[in-house]
């Protein structure tokens, strides 16, 4: 399989992998970006985590074209893979509407594979290129996934994701204290020596810093290949490697297997395995109620739930109907860190709940019951 690692060209697409734990603010910056006049026309690719989709939902309606990506996690599957490059060549047929494309992974996924991938494909490598991987990072909360105990000795996303960077942002910056921003750069910056690292407060960045900064430069590509895993000097047959860790505790593909690094030779349905080890204890799950809720209930099931269990509850996600209100609410939860508010009408929308916990030790039946009695019937 040939792989095409050249200098960055103009005519070419830039791509830029927005990736960051769950919660760190992905979303938001999103958002941002795509309400911010920028001159760039944006199309967006979203993976989700868990099987109930949240997200789309709470990126906000624009012209720029979004495709979810469901099922799986892009790092994890080839065949979530494959998806991604059908997208893109989906994209890439009326590509005059649009000049850069952003790719959120999953919050759990690690994003190498996801930019390997544009790599594998000979026809969307030839039209595309890697503008960056940008990677937030929760200045309140990234110290418990970087120093996760649990993992020891297991891949940790949170730092691969910072490993694999070429712009770092610390968002939440209105949460940490000077001193303790200064010490989170430190670590950051033993994990990475050369991406620029940014602060952000709400995903407010100067946008230039982020988009359109040709990551892939010529100095870069070695680098980069390393980071890419690709080997650059077996000549023009060079293989890639993929190394495609499943992060997606949802995910149940027979061919997965969560305790295995799944090594790609060019063989893209053939994975080859070897040992390795990395988190299963963390789980998503979803809950689904056609009744609308009581507000103050919910909200003081949540507050009170999450406070007590929130350092094993990572992220929790929600669109609520709540009785006698014409407006559907947005939960938003980063551990203990609640926020639940009225957003949009629901005009035409058939009005239902929907809620993503992930993390560990979750009691599902426990939940259920919890959402249950806070329903408002
Ligand atoms: N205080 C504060 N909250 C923020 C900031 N940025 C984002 N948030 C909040 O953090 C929560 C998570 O933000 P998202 O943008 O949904 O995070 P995400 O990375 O897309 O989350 P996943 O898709 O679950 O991985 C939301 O409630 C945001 O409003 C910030 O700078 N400061």
């Not at 103050?296 to 999450?306: D, I």
Request: net charge negative.
């Amino acid at each position: 399989m040939n792989i095409h690692i050249e200098a960055a060209n103009q005519q070419k697409l830039p791509i830029t992998i927005l990736t960051g734990f769950l919660g760190s603010g992905k979303t938001t910056l999103l958002n941002y970006i795509l309400t911010e006049r920028h001159g760039h026309r944006i199309a967006v690719i979203e993976n989700e985590f868990g099987e109930v989709d949240v997200d789309s939902d709470l990126v906000l309606a624009s012209d720029e074209e979004i495709f979810q990506m469901q099922n799986g996690c892009i790092c994890c599957f080839v065949d979530v893979r494959n998806d991604l490059i059908d997208v893109m060549k989906k994209l890439l047929s009326h590509k005059d509407k649009f000049d850069h494309i952003i790719v959120e992974t999953s919050g759990l996924a690690d994003p190498t594979p996801v930019a390997t991938a544009f790599f594998v494909d000979r026809t969307v490598a030839d039209e595309v290129e890697l503008d960056a991987v940008v990677t937030l990072v929760d200045a309140k909360h990234i110290d418990q996934h970087l120093y996760d105990p649990v993992l020891d000795g297991s891949d940790n996303q949170a730092v691969n994701q910072i490993v694999a960077a070429d712009r770092i942002i610390v968002n939440k910056i209105d949460l940490a204290g000077e001193e303790a921003l200064g010490s989170l750069e430190g670590s950051l910056r033993k994990l990475n020596q050369t991406a620029p690292i940014l602060r952000s407060s709400y995903g407010v960045v100067e946008l230039s810093n982020i988009l359109g900064i040709n990551g892939f430069r010529p100095s870069y590509v070695r680098e980069r290949a390393e980071i890419l895993d690709i080997d650059l000097d077996e000549d023009h047959d060079a293989h890639h490697h993929i190394h495609a860790d499943c992060h997606d505790p949802a995910c149940d593909h027979p061919d997965h297997d969560h305790h295995h690094h799944h090594h790609d030779h060019g063989h893209a349905h053939e994975p080859v395995r070897r040992p390795h080890q990395h988190d299963a204890t963390v789980k998503s799950h979803s809950f689904v109620y056609p009744d609308p809720f009581d507000r103050e209930k919910l909200a003081t099931f949540l507050k009170g739930y999450l406070g007590a269990h929130g350092d094993d509850i990572f992220r929790t996600k929600g669109i609520v109907s709540v009785a006698d209100d014409d407006r559907f609410f947005v939960l938003q939860a980063v551990h203990k860190l609640v926020d639940f508010r009225p957003d949009h009408a629901w005009g035409e929308d058939k009005r239902k709940s929907k809620f993503v916990f992930i993390g560990r030790n979750l009691d599902r039946d426990g939940i259920d019951r919890n959402l249950r009695a806070c329903l408002a019937i």
